[in-house]
DNA sequence: AGCATTTTGCGCTGATCTGCGCTAAATCAG
DNA sequence: CTGATTTAGCGCAGATCAGCGCAAAATGCT
C-alpha cells in the first residue's frame, strides 16, 4: 500500500535531492593528524535505498579504502547549493580514526593518499566543501582526545603512558604536560600490573582502555 | 548541461530518500523547558529544490509556528529506516529557542500546544523518533546556557542577574549556586552602568550580552 | 527616622589543579 | 660493579575555583 499525500501524490512525485555521505577518514601518520584521500577527494558514496547512513558509511569505507570494523561519527549536513556541480546533492559527513595500518592496502592503490588534516593548503584544494568537513572532523576528534585517552583505539593494547602521550601529541598538535596528563588519564586507564620488557631505563607500566571491547571491534 | 555518470545516468535516475527537515523548537514556559507541538508533533517540512536546510527550517518556523528571525542550530540527521511510515525519509532534525511571546500567536490555532520538553512520557509520545530529537535537542541547549549567558537571547535588554539566573535555572532544571553563576557570566556579560528602577530593597545592576547584535536580530 | 527588603560585594576557607624540580627505581651498556 | 638511561613518583608552591556567611548599599514602606 503506498502512501499518497492530500494531493494523491507518493513521495517520490516530488523532486529530492540526492544524498551522499562522506567521510574524513583521520589517521596519525608520522607525528601528526594526516586524512586519507581518494583520487584527490574524501571517501563517500550516495545512499542507496534501504540503507541508513551508517550502512553507506561503512559501505564506502570498504569499497574505497579497504577499511572495516570501525565506527564513523556523523557529523552534520553539508547543503551549499553550489557545493555539487552535478546537481542537487546534500552531503552527510562524518568522521573515523583509523590505524594508519588499516589504511595500507588503500594506500597501494593509485590516487590514495595521506595528506597532513590541518594543512590549509591541502584543504582549499579539496572540492565540495570537503576542506570544511575536514575542518569539523578535526575539531571534533582533538575535542574527543582531550576528554579520554585513545578514544578511536589507534593504540594496540597493552600501551604505555609515553605512547599514549605520544599519540595524543599527534592527534592534538601539541604535547600535553607530562603530570597533568598523566594524573587526567591513568584515572581513566586500567592498569596491566605488568610493565615492559627490554630496552634501557627503566620499565614502564603498562595500560588498556577501560572499555572491554577489543581494540578493533565495532562500537555500539 | 545535465551531468551523466559513466552509465549515462542522470542523478535523478537512481532512487533518492525524502529529506525533511524538524525543529526542536524549544523555550521556558513557567518556568521549565518546554517543546512545542503543531499536532502533537514536531513543526517540520520537506526540502524543497535549491532550499537549503537552514531555509526550509525558517520557512517551516514561519508556516507551522509564526516565528521569523531566529537561528536554527543543526542536530543531526535521523535515518532509522522504520521511522516513517510514509516510506524513505531522513530527517535532518535542528533546535531553536524561541521566546515564549513570540509564539503566542502560534498558540492560538487548534492543535499548536507547549509540552514540558523533559518529560518522558511526552517525548514516547512523539511520532517519527522526534522523542530522540527533542532530547539531543535538550541536551545541545543545555550545553549552550551552561557556557554563555542567554545565548539564545530570550530575555530582553537590558536584563538582571536574577532574571539571567532564572533563566537558566529554567533552562538547566537545577539552579546554578549564586556566586559562581555571577563571577562566570559577568565575564561574558557588559554593564550597561545603569541600575534598575523602582522596586524595593537595592536595585539591581543591568547588563546586556556580549554581541553587539540586537536580540531579535538572527545570527550568522 | 527606623525598619524591612533586596541586591551587591567580598573575605574567608577548603578543595582542586597545574607545573616543576628532583629523587628513586629498574633496567642495560661497558 | 659503575654509570647512563628512562620512567615513575611525589613534594611543593602557586594559582584557581566553589561555596558560604555576612555586611554594606540602596531602595520602599510604615
Redesign the interface.
Known amino acids: 500500500m503506498?502512501?499518497r499525500d492530500e494531493h494523491g501524490k507518493?513521495?517520490?512525485d516530488?523532486?529530492?535531492?540526492?544524498?551522499a555521505v562522506d567521510t574524513a577518514v583521520l589517521t596519525v601518520d608520522d607525528g601528526r593528524l594526516a586524512v586519507l584521500l581518494a583520487g584527490g577527494a574524501l571517501p563517500g558514496t550516495?545512499?542507496?535505498?534501504?540503507e541508513?547512513?551508517a550502512d553507506a558509511v561503512l559501505r564506502s569505507l570498504r569499497d574505497k579504502a579497504g577499511v572495516v570494523g570501525r565506527s564513523p561519527r556523523?557529523l552534520?549536513?553539508f547543503?551549499?547549493?553550489s557545493r555539487d556541480?552535478?546537481?542537487?546533492?546534500?552531503s552527510?559527513a562524518h568522521v573515523d580514526m583509523v590505524p594508519v595500518a588499516e589504511l595500507a592496502a588503500a594506500l597501494t592503490h593509485g590516487g590514495v593518499r595521506l595528506a597532513p588534516a590541518d594543512d590549509a593548503s591541502v584543504l582549499v584544494g579539496l572540492p565540495y566543501e570537503q576542506g570544511e568537513i575536514v575542518a569539523a572532523a578535526v575539531e571534533a576528534v582533538r575535542a574527543e582526545y582531550r576528554a579520554e585517552p585513545d578514544p578511536s583505539a589507534l593504540l594496540d593494547e597493552p600501551f604505555t603512558l609515553a605512547e599514549l602521550r605520544g599519540l595524543h601529541t599527534a592527534v592534538l598538535g601539541e604535547e600535553p604536560m607530562r603530570d597533568t596528563f598523566r594524573r587526567y588519564m591513568e584515572a581513566r586507564l586500567k592498569s596491566t600490573g605488568e610493565t615492559t620488557d627490554g630496552g634501557r631505563g627503566r620499565p614502564s607500566r603498562t595500560w588498556r582502555r577501560m572499555s572491554a571491547i577489543p581494540a578493533a571491534a565495532t562500537r555500539g
Not at 46 to 50: A, D, E, I
Request: proline share 16%; no cysteine; charged share 25%.
Open positions: 503506498v502512501w507518493r513521495l517520490e516530488y523532486p529530492r535531492p540526492s544524498v550516495f545512499l542507496h535505498p534501504g541508513t547512513l556523523q552534520r549536513v547543503d551549499k547549493p556541480p552535478r546537481g542537487w546533492v546534500l552527510v
